[in-house]
């Protein structure tokens, strides 16, 4: 199965800064099938971008996804507020699909 | 988009569970399921898919042979039979609709399973 390592675990910010989370493959990711969902304190897990960068039409322009092979990158532009949470990346390029641990944006 | 799952409980080690999910706001029966959980403090992990039809049923290693996947497309119902349970077991079980492509297009809040 294909392991997803993201990195850094937590990553300390102040609203308004540019956040930059990374997930690597253990192997290259079939059609670049990568997603990225978002999940705040208590809630589920909502989607955030799919096929590595493409934005569902409610996600805001902040949040862009990148990347090809086994490296993809999650940056959100300008941090605010309710964008501190944790953010798992996801492969559905190979079966059985698998997620990155998770990295925690938390406010420095 | 609406999907609410039932069922979560405190159970003993080898004890069985049931898990449903309702939906609603989406025709059911035109989308493939999944269960993914969570366990406390820790990450995502897929338990088990299956297709909108309900003919292709896949399952984690971890939990083959022990879970059991399953829909009502009549009654827009998921559902996860659980046998077996093991402490390992513990953590929020969540219902996702998935796309046609393979990504989570829409989570419930979650039901938490406990085994001790």
């Known amino acids: 199965e294909i392991v997803l390592t993201q990195f850094p675990d937590t990553l300390s910010l102040s609203p308004g800064e540019r956040a930059t989370l990374s997930c690597r493959a253990s192997q290259s990711v079939r059609f670049n099938n990568i997603a990225w969902y978002q999940q705040r304190p208590g809630q589920a897990p909502r989607l955030l971008i799919y096929?590595?960068?493409t934005r569902p039409t409610d996600i805001p322009e902040r949040f862009s996804g990148s990347g090809s092979g086994t490296e993809f990158t999650l940056a959100i532009s300008r941090l605010e507020s309710e964008d501190f949470a944790v953010y798992h990346c996801h492969q559905y390029g190979l079966a059985p699909y698998t997620f990155g641990q998770g990295t925690k944006v938390e406010i420095k | 988009v609406v999907l609410e799952e039932s069922g979560g409980e405190l159970v003993q080690t080898g004890g069985s569970l049931r898990l449903s999910c309702v939906a609603s706001?989406?025709?059911?029966?035109?989308?493939?399921m999944t269960w993914v959980r969570q366990a406390p403090g820790k990450g995502l992990e897929w338990v088990s898919f299956?297709?909108?039809?309900?003919?292709?049923?896949t399952t984690a290693d971890s939990v083959r042979g022990r879970f059991t996947i399953s829909r009502d497309n009549a009654r827009n119902s998921l559902f996860l039979q659980m046998d077996s349970l093991r402490v390992e077991d513990t953590a929020t079980y969540y219902c996702?609709?998935?796309?046609?492509?393979?990504?989570?297009?829409?989570w419930g809040q979650g039901t938490l399973v406990a085994v001790s």
């Open positions: 706001g989406f025709t059911f029966g035109k989308f493939d």
């Open positions: 096929d590595v960068s």
């Open positions: 299956i297709s909108a039809s309900g003919l292709t049923v």
């Open positions: 996702v609709r998935e796309s046609n492509n393979g990504w989570y297009l829409d």
